[in-house]
């Protein structure tokens, strides 16, 4: 079945400093990719997405691209901030739609002044 | 334009008794997911639904537990005789009707706990 493997956390990293949140898949066809960011108390947004392979998606400084070969779909950002503190995780969406998310466990990220 | 709401925002349940969770959709989104997550873990999908129908209930424990997405009104998780296992925060998401790119709007969650 479908799978997402994202790098453990926690993350802790000072302002300004370069970030990358690894995540691997495992899926039949063109899945699509997600990264949803959960702030402490709230629910799940959608930061950014990718439809189809070498597709980057990318908001709020935040980039990843899809990668098929490698089946991966990093998430980076060169400087991050204070407010970027939050949960990250990476999610697939099986090919056609109107399926359910699965997702990976999530990776905890916490930026210090 | 509101967003997914989901009521209450929390629930505080004692073993046996029943939970029942709120999610109005998104206007004019007819297709319902339902999540589950557990401290310190991702989301688990449990069901999905669309009006008046259960498309997919993969993720649904056996006993216990109920979703329903009515012609008219919210669509409501049903949990009875909660347990304490039963403690998580549960997500609704929605997508509008066709939409062909899996993206999910979500909610901001009911976090049960079960004493």
């Known amino acids: 079945g479908n799978s997402v493997t994202q790098m453990e956390g926690p993350v802790t990293l000072s302002e300004e400093a370069f970030l990358t949140i690894n995540c691997t898949y495992t899926?039949?066809?063109?899945?699509?990719l997600f990264w949803y960011v959960q702030y402490p108390g709230e629910g799940l947004q959608l930061l950014l997405k990718a439809t189809k392979a070498d597709d980057k998606g990318s908001n709020k400084g935040f980039e990843a691209t899809y990668r098929k070969e490698t089946t991966s779909f990093h998430l980076e950002k060169g400087s991050v901030q204070v407010s970027d503190s939050a949960v990250y995780f990476c999610a697939l969406g099986a090919q056609g739609g109107s399926e359910k998310l699965v997702f990976g466990k999530g990776t905890k990220l916490t930026v210090n002044p | 334009n509101a967003g997914v709401m989901q009521n209450p925002r929390h629930l505080v349940r004692r073993r046996g008794q029943e939970a029942r969770l709120r999610c109005s959709p998104m206007k004019g989104h007819s297709h319902v997911y339902w999540y589950r997550q557990l401290p310190e873990e991702g989301l688990k999908f449990m069901v999905y639904?669309?009006?008046?129908?259960?498309?997919?209930e993969s993720g649904m424990p056996k006993e216990r537990f109920s979703a329903e997405f009515p012609k008219e009104g919210p669509s409501i998780l049903r949990i009875q005789q909660v347990v304490r296992g039963d403690s998580a925060a549960y997500f609704c998401?929605?997508?509008?009707?066709?939409?062909?790119?899996?993206?999910?709007?979500f909610g901001a969650g009911t976090r049960l706990s079960v004493l």
């Open positions: 899926a039949t066809g063109y899945p699509s």
């Open positions: 639904l669309q009006k008046e129908n259960i498309i997919d």
């Open positions: 998401a929605s997508s509008p009707p066709g939409s062909h790119s899996n993206i999910q709007y």
